[in-house]
């Protein structure tokens, strides 16, 4: 077991050299490119397999640091130093890395092979690997980095190869027009995250998790330094804020559909929306001990963003954008969870949500290249008849996601709705006890309209009758290479929740719940609580979960179209509200992009009017001077010098007439000479 921990920078190292041997070797290997992904991720895959069997069975580890444990493994270096400080460098392996990790590469390698089909015929397929492994590389170093600087960087190289992926199809607008909005939006909390990063160095000298859990909780006693990491953490917040698509930095999420299929399940399942999470938790050593407001902040994002996007998603009719705005939401379910203390609870969604969506996202591949690249489920209808093993994953996943009892999302679900209700903060003790009680609202609410919009999408893609009779007659299952991840990936959609179930513990004696909770447990900030509030959380949640489906069915199953069309005009003002997603986007197009264009239209006058204007002032003016100068040289310097000129050229011209050569005029000029110069001495006398 100690080799695969101490090998375990093998994990990050694979999928990087695999990257740049798919980019060397593109010309050769063209749709082959698949071979080398698959089998790398797979092996990195396994290696963290061993990795997490290392962890548990590691006795001599696992003393707590608050929010973190010890690790199991740790290998760092200087890597810079300034002045007295030095900043550095390494990989750890630690309880929550060593669950991250299968998660992250299992994903990776079902999506990697998926893509060999699915990708099939694509003129680019070594650079959309060479891109995927990359990205998975990013993540890896992402969890098991020691360190918020080592973070950064792989946090960074995850969006430029979000980038890539997005706009895979560049010669299309909108993948063009994706790629460049879901740049430019995480950006804007990138800034706001490597502010924090500073501040947090500035105030406690230090970068790395143990440096930061061993500082923090001294460092807060001081109200001034106290107030300072406040802020850093809500600017690290920042940087969650945008790479896990919480509002406001929502909206690049939904352009990140018009990548290929399989680059949305890894970027919305595994890789870079759930970094803003795990950055959150990670660094809860700071967003734990900072003043109580941070995380009201936190929890109120998470609600806020849960709840709007899964009311979006209710009228969303592209199937990709449907799970999309669901990504946002369960995202939001996590945030919430993190800012509540329910760090336990948020983490473990995090798990079993990353095996449900990615399963989500594949399937609906399948579904769109049964349907002839048709996205749109108002054409769809009938396909669980054509293509029985994507429906009945779909069915996996959608039962996951809805919070039906037994799958897996029913259980991280009612961690985190526990978490909402039983809500310690001390800044929000003195609140109303309405306003206390409002993020388990909310999250009631969005488990209500999660379990609705999931049963919309599924009864209008696998049931009822075709809508497009020429798409559903050509429709046809998937090939192996696309169905087969879906089956691997159902097992852990449906299951992983039941690995927390005493019922599991009694028949395994693995009290693998307990494994979690100790491993990744937040002392001080999760509490006890009665089995009969358990109980009562878990009928509500399964209550709305059903209610949700049952309105979803009945409205789309029973209820005719004109019937709903007619509701709809009832309720007209609030529909097209919706349907244009609060109009968040057009918020965003007048006060930023064409506030932006107004301003670069103006600085562009100005440049043009006035500092060209200036610019041209004053070459008209040299030209004119030089003119002037010209002139004056010519008639005035010139002139002088022609003047003396010509005074010599006309004395020798006299002097020339005087040259006879006749001796007897010599000596009469000489006399006249000699005369005038004594009459003239004698009248100066």
């Given at each position: 077991?100690?080799?695969?921990?101490?090998t375990?920078?093998v994990?990050?190292?694979l999928?990087?050299a695999v990257?740049?041997?798919?980019?060397?070797?593109?010309?050769?290997?063209?749709?082959?490119a698949w071979?080398?992904?698959?089998?790398?991720?797979?092996i990195?895959?396994?290696w963290s397999v061993?990795?997490?069997?290392a962890?548990i069975a590691?006795?001599g580890?696992?003393?707590?640091?608050?929010?973190?444990?010890v690790p199991?493994?740790?290998a760092s270096?200087?890597?810079?130093?300034?002045g007295?400080?030095t900043?550095?460098m390494?990989?750890?392996?630690?309880?929550?890395?060593?669950?991250?990790l299968?998660?992250?590469?299992?994903v990776?390698?079902c999506?990697?092979?998926?893509?060999?089909?699915?990708?099939h015929?694509d003129?680019?397929?070594p650079?959309?690997?060479a891109a995927?492994n990359l990205f998975?590389?990013?993540m890896?170093?992402l969890?098991m980095a020691d360190?918020?600087?080592?973070?950064l960087?792989a946090?960074?190289?995850m969006?430029l190869?979000?980038?890539?992926l997005?706009?895979?199809?560049?010669?299309?607008?909108?993948?063009?027009?994706?790629q460049i909005?879901?740049?430019?939006?995480t950006r804007?909390?990138d800034i706001g995250?490597?502010?924090g990063?500073?501040?947090?160095f500035?105030a406690?000298?230090?970068?790395?998790?143990a440096?930061l859990?061993?500082?923090?909780?001294v460092?807060?006693?001081?109200?001034?330094?106290a107030?300072?990491?406040?802020?850093?953490?809500?600017l690290?917040f920042?940087?969650a804020?945008?790479k896990?698509?919480?509002?406001p930095l929502h909206?690049?999420?939904?352009?990140?559909?018009?990548?290929?299929?399989p680059?949305?399940?890894?970027?919305?399942?595994?890789?870079?929306?759930?970094?803003?999470?795990?950055?959150?938790?990670?660094?809860?050593?700071?967003?734990g001990?900072?003043?109580?407001?941070?995380?009201?902040v936190v929890?109120f994002?998470?609600?806020f963003t849960?709840?709007?996007?899964?009311s979006?998603?209710?009228l969303?009719?592209?199937i990709?954008e449907?799970?999309a705005?669901s990504t946002?939401?369960?995202?939001g379910y996590?945030?919430m969870?993190?800012?509540l203390?329910?760090?336990?609870?948020?983490?473990?969604?995090?798990l079993?949500?990353?095996?449900?969506?990615?399963?989500?996202?594949?399937?609906?591949?399948?579904?769109?290249?049964a349907?002839?690249?048709?996205?749109?489920?108002?054409?769809m209808?009938g396909?669980?008849?054509?293509?029985?093993?994507?429906?009945?994953t779909w069915?996996?996943?959608?039962a996951?996601?809805?919070?039906i009892?037994?799958f897996?999302?029913?259980?991280s679900?009612?961690?985190?709705l526990?978490?909402a209700?039983?809500?310690?903060?001390?800044?929000?003790?003195?609140?109303p006890i309405w306003?206390?009680?409002?993020p388990f609202a909310?999250?009631?609410?969005t488990?209500f309209?999660t379990?609705?919009?999931m049963?919309?999408?599924t009864y209008?893609?696998?049931f009822?009758e075709?809508?497009?009779m020429?798409?559903?007659?050509?429709?046809h299952?998937s090939?192996?290479?696309?169905?087969?991840?879906?089956?691997i990936?159902?097992?852990?959609?449906a299951?992983?929740g039941?690995?927390?179930t005493?019922l599991?513990?009694?028949?395994?004696?693995l009290?693998?719940?307990?494994f979690?909770q100790?491993?990744l447990?937040?002392?001080?900030?999760e509490?006890h609580v009665e089995?009969?509030t358990?109980?009562?959380v878990?009928?509500m949640?399964?209550?709305a979960?059903?209610?949700?489906?049952?309105?979803?069915w009945?409205?789309?199953?029973?209820?005719?179209?004109?019937?709903?069309a007619?509701?709809?005009?009832?309720f007209?003002?609030?529909?097209?509200?919706v349907?244009n997603?609060?109009y968040v986007?057009?918020f965003?197009d007048?006060?930023?992009?064409?506030t932006?264009?107004a301003?670069?239209?103006?600085v562009?006058?100005f440049?043009?009017?006035?500092?060209d204007g200036l610019?041209?002032?004053?070459?008209?003016?040299?030209?004119?001077?030089?003119?002037?100068?010209a002139w004056f040289?010519?008639h005035?310097?010139?002139?002088?010098?022609?003047?003396?000129?010509?005074?010599?050229?006309?004395?020798?011209?006299?002097?020339?007439?005087?040259?006879?050569?006749?001796?007897?005029?010599?000596m009469f000029?000489?006399?006249?000479?000699l005369?005038?110069?004594?009459v003239?001495v004698?009248?100066?006398?």
């Amino acid at each position: 077991m100690d080799f695969f921990l101490n090998t375990a920078w093998v994990i990050a190292a694979l999928p990087l050299a695999v990257s740049a041997l798919i980019a060397m070797f593109a010309g050769v290997l063209r749709d082959r490119a698949w071979i080398p992904g698959t089998v790398g991720m797979l092996i990195t895959f396994l290696w963290s397999v061993g990795v997490l069997a290392a962890v548990i069975a590691d006795p001599g580890h696992g003393g707590e640091v608050l929010y973190n444990t010890v690790p199991a493994w740790k290998a760092s270096f200087d890597w810079a130093s300034f002045g007295p400080y030095t900043v550095r460098m390494g990989f750890q392996v630690d309880n929550l890395t060593a669950l991250m990790l299968p998660m992250i590469t299992l994903v990776s390698v079902c999506v990697q092979y998926y893509s060999s089909a699915y990708m099939h015929g694509d003129k680019r397929i070594p650079r959309f690997y060479a891109a995927l492994n990359l990205f998975t590389m990013a993540m890896l170093v992402l969890v098991m980095a020691d360190n918020l600087f080592l973070l950064l960087v792989a946090w960074e190289i995850m969006g430029l190869c979000s980038y890539l992926l997005i706009g895979h199809w560049y010669e299309q607008a909108w993948p063009r027009y994706g790629q460049i909005k879901a740049f430019l939006t995480t950006r804007v909390g990138d800034i706001g995250m490597m502010v924090g990063i500073f501040i947090v160095f500035f105030a406690a000298r230090d970068l790395t998790w143990a440096g930061l859990a061993e500082k923090v909780p001294v460092l807060v006693q001081d109200p001034a330094t106290a107030s300072l990491l406040a802020l850093g953490a809500f600017l690290l917040f920042t940087g969650a804020i945008g790479k896990s698509a919480q509002f406001p930095l929502h909206t690049w999420l939904p352009d990140a559909m018009a990548g290929p299929t399989p680059g949305s399940a890894i970027i919305h399942a595994a890789t870079m929306v759930a970094a803003g999470v795990y950055l959150v938790g990670r660094a809860f050593m700071i967003f734990g001990h900072v003043p109580a407001w941070v995380l009201v902040v936190v929890t109120f994002v998470g609600a806020f963003t849960s709840l709007f996007a899964a009311s979006i998603a209710t009228l969303r009719w592209d199937i990709k954008e449907v799970l999309a705005y669901s990504t946002i939401s369960q995202l939001g379910y996590m945030i919430m969870a993190m800012g509540l203390g329910g760090w336990t609870a948020g983490n473990f969604h995090l798990l079993t949500h990353a095996f449900f969506k990615a399963l989500l996202f594949l399937a609906a591949g399948s579904v769109i290249h049964a349907h002839h690249h048709n996205q749109l489920l108002h054409k769809m209808g009938g396909l669980r008849k054509k293509i029985p093993i994507t429906f009945w994953t779909w069915m996996v996943g959608y039962a996951a996601l809805a919070g039906i009892p037994g799958f897996s999302g029913f259980f991280s679900k009612d961690e985190l709705l526990l978490a909402a209700l039983e809500w310690h903060n001390p800044l929000v003790a003195t609140w109303p006890i309405w306003l206390q009680k409002l993020p388990f609202a909310m999250a009631l609410t969005t488990a209500f309209l999660t379990a609705y919009y999931m049963t919309r999408a599924t009864y209008l893609a696998f049931f009822g009758e075709p809508r497009d009779m020429h798409l559903y007659e050509q429709a046809h299952e998937s090939p192996k290479a696309m169905t087969i991840p879906l089956i691997i990936l159902a097992v852990p959609a449906a299951l992983y929740g039941w690995l927390g179930t005493p019922l599991f513990n009694h028949f395994t004696n693995l009290d693998w719940m307990v494994f979690i909770q100790n491993f990744l447990h937040l002392p001080g900030l999760e509490h006890h609580v009665e089995f009969s509030t358990e109980l009562m959380v878990t009928g509500m949640a399964t209550a709305a979960g059903l209610l949700g489906i049952f309105l979803g069915w009945y409205l789309y199953a029973v209820v005719r179209p004109e019937t709903r069309a007619a509701w709809i005009a009832r309720f007209r003002p609030v529909y097209t509200l919706v349907r244009n997603k609060y109009y968040v986007d057009e918020f965003y197009d007048l006060v930023a992009v064409k506030t932006t264009e107004a301003l670069s239209r103006a600085v562009a006058w100005f440049d043009l009017n006035v500092v060209d204007g200036l610019v041209n002032l004053s070459g008209t003016l040299s030209v004119y001077a030089s003119e002037a100068a010209a002139w004056f040289d010519k008639h005035v310097v010139d002139a002088l010098v022609n003047m003396w000129a010509d005074i010599a050229r006309a004395l020798g011209a006299a002097f020339r007439r005087l040259s006879t050569g006749y001796v007897q005029q010599y000596m009469f000029t000489f006399l006249v000479m000699l005369v005038a110069s004594v009459v003239l001495v004698q009248v100066i006398r």
